[in-house]
């Protein structure tokens, strides 16, 4: 019994010992996952995942204004500050710029883009354009692709229109066909398999260009791409095939867009809300 008794005399020993041994006991995994989850993030890091989640899940602007959004967060870090609809807009601007100043620059490293592709299509009586580009990476060999654009796209999807909105998207990421427009001021059209009206509109571009530059500078074209020049008799079938196709392909794009006939949109205007 003595050694009971002095167990109880020395008690404030005993706790002192167990805790020196918890502090240096061995972590377990549970205690490492526990530490690891109650780790602190700078509030740069908080900010750049909320861009990114907006961006990356195409959430709406205001999401950091939504009261269970704001409180998530904060659950997670409860210090963090949440950005600002404007603050996010901000960011988000920010974040554009560079990233086109990125692929601007990866672009104008390479000597030939391989592919654009281009898609055009209508949602509520509202038109969009997409455009991506794909090319190689001279170093590495690797393919390599962008999204270039996503916008609005106004008018009719006539060739026109279209070639227009390339051409400017073309030019803000300086993706220039130099050796046409050194020529010809113009860029050739290269026709669509799928679309019959892509080799119109090939033709008659082709000539467009012998008619304001005459056929030496589509010479020089030919000899810079190493095919054979078109000869007087195929000119004349092709001005003979673009005179003929004109109507048909004008007709095509009407049927296929939004065009409406100018005596029926008053009609169609005066009956809607």
């Known amino acids: 019994m003595s050694h009971i008794f002095r167990a109880r005399k020395h008690v404030h020993h005993l706790k002192k010992y167990d805790t020196l041994k918890r502090k240096h006991a061995p972590k377990t995994p549970s205690t490492i996952k ?13 900010d750049k995942a909320v861009v990114k989640y ?25 210090n963090s500050k949440i950005l600002s609809r404007p603050t996010l807009c901000s960011r988000i601007d920010v974040a554009s710029t560079e990233m086109k100043k990125k692929v601007t620059e990866s672009i104008r490293g390479v000597d030939h883009i391989a592919a654009t592709t281009t898609d055009c299509w209508s949602a509520r009586r509202q038109s969009f354009l997409g455009v991506t580009d794909h090319w190689i990476d001279p170093d590495s060999l690797n393919r390599c692709c962008a999204a270039l654009a996503c916008k609005r796209l106004r008018g009719s999807h006539t060739f026109d229109v279209l070639a227009g909105a390339l051409n400017d998207i073309h030019s803000e990421f300086e993706i220039r066909a130099e050796t046409v427009e050194d020529a010809c001021n113009l860029q050739l059209l290269r026709p669509n398999a799928t679309r019959w009206i892509s080799w119109f509109m090939a033709v008659e571009r082709l000539l467009r260009i012998v008619k304001d530059k005459g056929e030496a500078a589509v010479r020089v074209l ?15 079938f092709l001005t003979e095939y673009a005179a003929t196709m004109s109507p048909v392909a004008k007709a095509v794009n009407m049927a296929t867009s939004n065009y409406q006939p100018p005596e029926t949109r008053n009609l169609t205007e005066s009956s809607c809300p």
Do not use: H
């Open 34 to 46: 526990q530490s690891t989850l109650l780790k602190i993030v700078s509030q740069k890091s908080i």
């Open 54 to 78: 907006v961006v990356q899940g195409l959430q709406p602007f205001d999401v950091v204004e939504q009261e269970p959004f704001r409180e998530f967060v904060q659950d997670l870090q409860p």
């Open 222 to 236: 030919c000899t810079d791409f190493v095919v054979p020049m078109f000869n007087p008799a195929e000119l004349a």
